[in-house]
């Protein structure tokens, strides 16, 4: 079957289990030695262990305590087969889970490199995704508690939102005369501003009125002007001179009486144009007070869209708490069961110890005598071991004697090299002056 998760280097196992699976001592001591290239059975199952310990709680002395039966002959037998037969059966209930499903129990008394680290790395997969599910749990658990917090922090300002929309939305009794009596008063400020504002395009109109008149009195001058240059080239009849001259003053009558006219309305236009300075001045004031209370109103309607948004958030919480409430009535129904059901597995327990405790003080009174026996071989164990100290140290006795024989015949080989060395020196010294002395003989010959 071909594998559904990776196959880790040793060194990673090695450090995995050392960080997250073994504490203390048997972290330091776990090493790469201990899977390959030969794995150490006693180690593995050690390991194994603690794997069930980490995920059930399953401590590894409970492995070694089993129920027997009396009759039973030689139970020394069953010590070393009852730990392995337990971890065995719980581990093969567990790596289904890691998608191990040919584990034996071979792999628990003569493990095989190869076999051991895909297990281990299969166990190690599991034990992420563990890790990872554990933490994603922990950060729901959280965000649930702070959702917890906030429903409660928003329904707290919900209530004390509400409170003071009340307190707003209710008037006093001592200020509800005066609130009347602003209200009959912005009436009346509304009325008068209406009435001066009319009277204020009156006097405009009034005004180019005066204007069209001095553009009159303008055009008549320029006509008197040119009436006064045509007399002075055209010589005219008396009659004509009489009549025009009539015709001259009544107009100038009635320009005069226009004046006056013009005049008095100049004079009425000035008083009321004092008059709309004033009431402008009045307006100003009515504005700034009209200003204050359109911002005391946005005030008002910001707020009650406020109270509105708040009125919404609530009833959107209150949904939520209804949902977490019904969550929660689930939760406490499916706790009541747990708890029943944890009630009656606490009562088969108590059975079951009873039971256990009953085989445990039989079994008590075996360890007993296995005890005396175990403390027989001890003694003879020591005794061997003393018996093997004093061998061992006669054996380095041997060996230190060995040793200075050896080092002093090395000693007088070297001497007898270095004589060796000087003697053949010499010969050839003595076969040189010999060799010498014949050349000398043949050449005297």
Request: positive net charge.
């Amino acid at each position: 079957m071909e594998n559904t998760f990776p196959v880790y280097k040793v060194d990673a196992i090695v450090q995995f289990f050392r960080t997250d699976v073994l504490t203390g001592q048997e972290a330091k001591h776990f090493a790469k030695s201990d899977i390959t290239p030969n794995p150490k059975p006693e180690v593995i199952q050690r390991l194994y262990m603690r794997i069930l310990q980490l995920l059930y709680g399953f401590r590894p002395e409970c492995h070694y305590l089993a129920p027997l039966s009396e009759n039973i002959q030689c139970p020394m037998l069953y010590e070393c087969a009852i730990p392995v037969m337990s971890v065995y059966l719980s581990m093969c209930q567990f790596l289904p889970m890691c998608h191990v499903y040919d584990f034996s129990l071979n792999d628990l008394l003569n493990p095989k490199p190869k076999r051991t680290i895909t297990i281990l790395s299969g166990i190690q997969n599991f034990l992420h995704f563990r890790k990872q599910r554990l933490e994603i749990i922990a950060g729901h658990q959280q965000s649930f508690r702070a959702e917890m917090d906030k429903l409660q922090a928003y329904t707290r300002g919900i209530k004390e939102a509400e409170k003071k929309i009340e307190k707003l939305m209710i008037i006093p009794p001592e200020q509800q005369a005066e609130a009347k009596e602003l209200a009959a008063a912005l009436k009346e400020v509304n009325s008068a501003t209406m009435q001066e504002s009319q009277e204020v395009v009156r006097s405009f109109l009034h005004v180019d009125q005066r204007k069209t008149l001095d553009q009159r009195k303008l055009e008549v001058a320029t006509q008197k002007d040119e009436i006064a240059k045509l007399k002075s080239q055209i010589v005219e009849s008396p009659e004509e001179v009489k009549n025009e001259m009539e015709k001259m003053k009544e107009n100038i009558k009635n320009i005069k009486n226009s004046k006056e006219l013009s005049d008095e309305m100049l004079v009425d236009l000035q008083i009321k144009v004092q008059c709309a300075s004033q009431g402008e001045s009045d307006i100003q004031v009515i504005l700034k007070q009209l200003h204050d209370l359109q911002a005391s109103m946005c005030k008002t309607n910001q707020q009650k869209e406020e109270v509105q948004s708040l009125a919404a958030l609530s009833e959107t919480l209150q949904k939520e708490l209804k949902g977490l409430s019904n969550e929660e009535g689930q939760l406490k129904r499916a706790l009541a069961m747990k708890l029943d059901k944890e009630s009656k597995q606490q009562i088969r327990r108590q059975k079951k110890k009873e039971l256990k405790d009953q085989h445990v003080q039989n079994i008590i009174g075996q360890y007993d005598k296995i005890h005396e026996k175990r403390e027989e071989i001890v003694d003879r164990i020591k005794h061997i071991n003393s018996e093997t100290r004093q061998f061992k140290e006669k054996m380095q006795k041997l060996r230190d004697t060995c040793n200075q024989n050896s080092e002093k015949a090395q000693a007088i080989y070297d001497r007898l090299l270095t004589t060796l060395e000087q003697y053949h020196k010499r010969i050839e010294n003595i076969v040189m002056e010999g060799t010498a002395d014949m050349m000398k003989m043949k050449t005297v010959f």
